[in-house]
């Protein structure tokens, strides 16, 4: 283990735990003292592993922040511990700079770009003067990395925000860190060109073995891009798993609404579409409920909400709503009748 690595240099009377995960929590907890204490994260345990991109996800304030900052060592636990490689993550108590030494932090607001400076010196200048021949050659290799090459002699302050990003991840990976941390990367990145820059991530994590955390509140940022999934709800980790197993078998509700926009229904509604169940709820995708136009119907088309390359219906039965993907070529209006039918549930028993 380098010694740069291990906390045993910030924190003496640490000791190694060995046979954990790449960053390991474990009954983490953190609370803001204001005038009434404000719990942040609650007790959580988490594992997160090498080479892979992990993503927190959640609704805004459920925690996700906060711990990516812990992981980091920003903060303070409260209780429990953050561990890295087996050791503990030293925080602002036991470093001058907060900010473990083998992970970079990218924030929200391009906190740490000079917007009045050039992008090459805003990379450069992260790389000592000591070697200026491996210094140029260094910095030209990241900018052609996250494909920004051709902006090295603009201002940050004149690139849109999609080009401030990549300038930042670039700034963050120029000293070749062993774990990026990214707080809601995309915000600012138009939605055209959100997928080119995820797939550039995904290629920089197979090519060197970077491992990512990054926080979402959007699924369809991280349904392609993560290895990963954690998802968060009211300071606490509900779930943590494969973005293919958390969307086809949560275990819990307000991951299949977080993920799939999937219909949650009480077992008296699951009973009007002839679903006997002794679950607390069920969810049904909206891609597994399936319609017949038909006039003499129990279903009534209530609304049509064009969602770009798709269009969701809204069917009523009494006091039961169902959305549903208005398939291609029906030609559906609102008032319209239709039979509903489901091709699968799944089952929640809390």
């Not at 959580?44 to 922040?65: R, Y």
């Not at 008296?268 to 136009?293: C, F, K, S």
Request: charged letters at 20%.
């Amino acid at each position: 283990m380098a010694q740069q690595s291990a906390s045993c240099q910030y924190i003496p009377n640490d000791q190694q735990r060995p046979g954990l995960s790449l960053i390991h929590g474990e009954q983490l907890s953190h609370v803001f003292d204001a005038k009434q204490q404000v719990t942040a994260i609650d007790k959580v345990d988490f594992n997160i592993q090498a080479a892979q991109i992990t993503a927190i996800i959640g609704e805004s304030g459920s925690g996700k922040s906060t711990l990516l900052k812990l992981i980091y060592g920003l903060l303070i636990p409260s209780h429990g511990e953050v561990r890295y490689k087996g050791w503990l993550v030293p925080t602002r108590k036991d470093k001058l700079i907060p900010g473990h030494d083998a992970m970079r932090l990218v924030s929200q607001g391009f906190d740490d770009l000079n917007l009045y400076a050039k992008v090459w010196d805003n990379i450069a200048s992260q790389l000592p003067n000591t070697n200026l021949a491996k210094k140029e050659d260094k910095t030209r290799e990241t900018l052609a990395k996250l494909k920004i090459d051709h902006l090295a002699q603009q201002r940050v302050a004149d690139l849109s925000g999609g080009e401030k990003q990549r300038v930042a991840i670039a700034r963050a990976l120029i000293n070749e860190p062993e774990v990026l941390l990214m707080d809601e990367p995309f915000n600012q990145v138009d939605a055209a060109f959100r997928d080119a820059l995820q797939q550039d991530i995904r290629h920089i994590v197979a090519e060197t073995g970077l491992t990512i955390l990054l926080v979402s509140h959007d699924p369809t940022e991280v349904l392609a891009m993560a290895d990963e999934l954690i998802v968060m709800k009211d300071a606490k980790i509900i779930e943590q798993g494969s973005p293919e197993n958390l969307y086809y078998s949560p275990s819990h509700s307000y991951t299949a609404q977080l993920l799939a926009k999937s219909n949650i229904l009480q077992p008296a509604q699951a009973a009007l579409l002839g679903i006997t169940t002794a679950a607390a709820a069920i969810g049904i995708h909206q891609e597994d409920v399936t319609y017949t136009i038909n006039p003499q119907g129990t279903f009534r088309v209530k609304d049509i909400r064009f969602r770009g390359f798709y269009k969701e219906l809204v069917l009523q039965k009494a006091d039961l709503v169902l959305h549903a993907i208005l398939q291609p070529g029906d030609v559906m209006e609102i008032g319209s009748m239709a039979d509903v039918a489901i091709r699968r549930h799944i089952e929640f028993p809390v």
